[in-house]
């Protein structure tokens, strides 16, 4: 069982439930003032694309240089958290965010000797299936030659294949000559959620990220436990770096009480709140794992289960993000994705900068810290939450 798993980053954070259309809500004329009103901006930027054509060694692409411009206009704002996207940065953005995406179940990187190289084959996924391994390195799809092609490039061939089936060039570091393998293109869902029994009673959720599929994948993995017997839950978001908004208050409302989840306040004072139904709290004994890597929607869940005392907070202080972004998509398929507000726990406790402190301190032994792999009995954290569990 991995414990450790690869974090995407933390600033991936809590993102607003739904993107907005520039053209309908942020049209391109609404934009103008500020910075591009100054006339010497301007005019320096345009001193610049001149230097760049009199002096520049190599050729110049000016969508490039467009989208440097973009990307430095919010870079300018010194927030981590806010950024601008291309098009194609969006659409893989937003497969991370949504928990799915069409395409064979893999992730491919550019191979410095030509083509691309499977960094990751996903357990189940069509790629899988139909044998490919991570390592791989594909020279071709469907007959078309991809060696000088970016990643990104290739992923849109793959997505775009008109008869959902790709035939794959494939080279493998122990096989003399190339394989030829066809893989189903089709809805891939990403897995974020994973459990298992640790003992007869104690039941074991891992939760990687919210996505848009957390819900759904966490209450078919706790109705399986549960047939299992589980009677005491750990719940593990140790360097889960956050995800939507909404996905973590649909898992709370199957824990909490009726009552307020967590609030956001804007610039302008407004309030929006998130309420637990309270039709199915929990009614076990819970721990929380959590630590320097548990950001964001993660720390609203540990915030409203610590404020609630609906379970133990076990581990080491968490990131402490606790401001949300919003996405707004623009008219050509780019995003900028900017933070909007500050969120709080259901007692008015802000976190930013701060963190959720543990109910049980428990720091992950350094002898654990570089390794791959933790199994559930070296895994001091894990350990001492089942210990309180059993004490309950």
């Known amino acids: 069982m991995k414990h450790?798993?690869?974090?995407?980053?933390?600033?991936?954070?809590?993102l607003a439930a739904a993107a907005v259309a520039a053209g309908a809500c942020f049209g391109y004329t609404r934009l103008a003032g500020g910075v591009l009103s100054d006339s010497q901006h301007v005019q320096k930027l345009r001193f610049l694309e001149a230097l760049i054509d009199q002096e520049y060694l190599g050729e110049k692409d000016e969508d490039s240089l467009a989208e440097g411009l973009y990307k430095g206009l919010i870079y300018g704002l010194g927030d981590v958290y806010s950024c601008y996207y291309t098009k194609e940065e969006y659409e893989q953005e937003n497969s991370s965010t949504e928990g799915s995406y069409v395409g064979i179940g893999v992730t491919i990187q550019k191979n410095?000797?030509?083509g691309v190289k499977i960094a990751e084959c996903y357990e189940d996924g069509?790629?899988?299936?139909?044998?490919l391994k991570e390592g791989d390195v594909i020279s071709a799809v469907d007959g078309t030659d991809i060696t000088e092609m970016e990643a990104s490039q290739v992923v849109e061939m793959i997505k775009n294949a008109e008869d959902k089936e790709v035939e794959l060039t494939v080279h493998r570091q122990d096989q003399e000559e190339p394989l030829e393998i066809s893989v189903k293109v089709q809805d891939v869902e990403l897995t974020s959620v994973f459990g298992e029994m640790l003992d007869g009673k104690t039941g074991y959720i891992r939760i990687l990220q919210f996505t848009a599929v957390t819900p759904d994948q966490y209450e078919e993995t706790f109705a399986e436990l549960e047939n299992q017997g589980m009677e005491r839950l750990v719940i593990d978001l140790r360097n889960n770096p956050g995800g939507l908004l909404t996905s973590v208050c649909e898992v709370l409302n199957d824990i909490l009480p009726e009552g307020l989840i967590v609030y956001t306040e804007d610039k302008y004072g407004n309030r929006q709140e998130e309420y637990s139904e309270g039709k199915n709290p929990l009614e076990m004994p819970l721990a929380v794992l959590v630590n320097e890597g548990s950001a964001s929607a993660s720390e609203i869940f540990a915030g409203s289960v610590k404020d609630y005392g609906a379970g133990t907070i076990v581990g080491t202080t968490t990131y402490g993000k606790g401001v949300v972004q919003a996405v707004h998509q623009l008219e050509d398929g780019s995003a900028v994705k900017l933070t909007v507000s500050n969120y709080y726990t259901p007692k008015g406790n802000s976190i930013n900068e701060v963190g959720i402190q543990p109910d049980v301190e428990v720091k992950l032994d350094t002898d654990l810290l570089n390794k791959e792999e933790i199994s559930p009995e070296e895994d001091n954290q894990l350990q001492e939450a089942v210990k309180i569990l059993e004490g309950q």
């Open 4 to 14: 450790k798993e690869y974090i995407r980053g933390v600033i991936t954070g809590v």
């Open 126 to 131: 069509p790629g899988d299936q139909a044998g």
């Open 112 to 114: 410095p000797e030509g």
